[in-house]
């Protein structure tokens, strides 16, 4: 079963409107933590925000927002206010276990564009 | 920069072939990961380093595959005998583990193409 599920291969949206990336994941584990990151066309992966289980409020960075339902294992990415640079691949990750050394399991990807 | 940095950046190589993959992690951070990127999806994990030793190499895919990090800071992934499927982005990532930094910072990658 695949850990990281983004169900959004491809998303087209409007320059200066909101959008909203989704991301279930599936773990056993009490204690784990969720990123988000950006890999423009150049290759480069950035990261953009971080989410621990045990965070009560959702993770904010800028215009970025994570809308973290624990109940419902979802992790969704928002972006306020696009922007064309904004234009890129996004990738849903997922740490398990307490240890920060863990490794990170990705998704596949929602590559996302933005229209002038 | 004070980034993470891999080199080459791109690597053209012929099938059965030995190649050498080096990576810097930012000074300071002592845990360092290798990922793969294969065309249309997301890292898989390769092997995972804390200090000098490997920590997690269950990502190997076989031992044609290998990774050393001999002083706790470069490191270099060895693959034998390349193959064609081998033909990935391989990607480089390290991190603190100290302090409250829960992030993996990525260097930009190396494109290995094997003919």
């Known amino acids: 079963a695949q850990k990281i599920t983004q169900t959004q291969p491809g998303m087209f949206v409007q320059e200066k409107e909101a959008v909203t990336l989704d991301c279930t994941y599936d773990?056993?584990?009490?204690?784990?933590?969720l990123f988000w990151y950006k890999q423009p066309s150049s290759g480069e992966m950035i990261f953009l925000i971080y989410?621990?289980?045990?965070?009560?409020q959702n993770a904010t960075e800028g215009r970025y927002s994570l809308n973290f339902q624990k109940a419902r294992k979802s992790a969704n990415l928002v972006i306020s206010a696009s922007q064309l640079g904004d234009s890129a691949m996004y990738f849903c990750a997922m740490r398990e276990g307490p240890n920060r050394d863990d490794k990170i399991i990705f998704g596949k990807g929602t590559r996302l564009h933005i229209l002038p | 920069g004070a980034g993470v940095s891999q080199t080459p950046s791109n690597k053209v190589t012929e099938k059965g072939k030995y190649v050498e993959l080096r990576c810097d992690p930012i000074s300071g951070h002592t845990a360092l990961y290798w990922y793969r990127q294969s065309l249309g999806q997301g890292p898989e994990f390769l092997i995972y380093f804390q200090g000098t030793g490997a920590a997690d190499d269950s990502g190997l895919p076989n031992d044609r595959f290998f990774a050393v990090r001999p002083e706790g800071s470069v490191s270099t992934l060895k693959i034998q005998r390349t193959e064609r499927g081998d033909s990935a982005v391989y990607l480089c990532a390290s991190s603190p583990t100290s302090g409250m930094d829960e992030t993996q910072y990525f260097g930009p990658g190396t494109r290995l193409l094997v003919l």
């Open positions: 773990t056993s584990d009490q204690s784990y933590g």
């Open positions: 989410q621990g289980s045990y965070d009560e």
